[in-house]
């Protein structure tokens, strides 16, 4: 893999990272004072944490992190726009699996392209950001049956 292709792929990873970290955030304000605010301003930590990581891997390649326009949207077919605006727990849920997966998909890949070639440090970051995704992927997936299934009860009363 070329060096510029990569610094390309690492940016819009950092791009996607730093959207997480505003949309977590914003989350977490809208359900403020429930359990999954919590969860969701956690997640915002670990998604800043993947933000530094990135950074500091670009420029070591010596290249610059910066945003390359909004990359969320295209997830949701353009339709998120720059509100990043989920309603309700269940879209709001819905929406994180969208992009934890889309993540996940992109780190795999990445990581089925690069080697040992630009230093094991990148490497080890993709693998742990990999690893993150996972995590936070399974709590919203578990979260959302649990929500789902609170709702067949409600209805079947
Ligand atoms: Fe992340
Ligand atoms: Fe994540």
């Given at each position: 893999?070329?060096?510029?292709d990569?610094?390309?792929k690492?940016?819009w990873?950092y791009?996607l990272?730093?959207?997480?970290?505003?949309?977590?955030?914003?989350?977490?304000?809208?359900?403020?004072?429930?359990?999954?605010?919590?969860?969701?301003?956690?997640?915002?930590?670990?998604?800043?944490q993947?933000?530094?990581?990135?950074?500091?891997?670009i420029?070591?390649l010596?290249?610059?992190?910066?945003?390359i326009g909004?990359?969320?949207?295209?997830?949701?077919?353009?339709?998120?726009?720059?509100?990043?605006?989920?309603?309700?727990?269940?879209?709001?849920?819905?929406?994180?699996?969208?992009?934890?997966?889309?993540?996940?998909?992109?780190?795999?890949?990445?990581?089925?392209?690069?080697?040992?070639?630009?230093?094991?440090?990148?490497?080890?970051?993709?693998?742990?950001?990999?690893?993150?995704?996972d995590?936070h992927?399974?709590?919203?997936?578990?979260?959302?049956?649990?929500?789902?299934?609170?709702?067949?009860l409600?209805?079947?009363d």
């Amino acid at each position: 893999m070329e060096r510029e292709d990569l610094l390309f792929k690492l940016n819009w990873f950092y791009s996607l990272e730093v959207s997480q970290v505003d949309l977590y955030l914003a989350q977490s304000k809208r359900f403020k004072g429930t359990y999954e605010s919590i969860v969701f301003a956690r997640t915002a930590a670990v998604e800043q944490q993947h933000v530094e990581k990135l950074a500091v891997i670009i420029r070591e390649l010596g290249g610059e992190p910066h945003q390359i326009g909004d990359v969320i949207s295209p997830l949701f077919g353009g339709l998120l726009g720059k509100t990043l605006a989920f309603t309700g727990l269940k879209n709001t849920l819905q929406g994180n699996i969208t992009i934890e997966n889309k993540a996940m998909t992109d780190y795999v890949a990445l990581l089925q392209r690069v080697g040992a070639e630009f230093g094991p440090e990148l490497q080890t970051i993709l693998q742990h950001n990999l690893v993150d995704e996972d995590v936070h992927t399974a709590w919203f997936v578990q979260r959302l049956a649990d929500y789902e299934l609170l709702e067949l009860l409600k209805r079947s009363d």
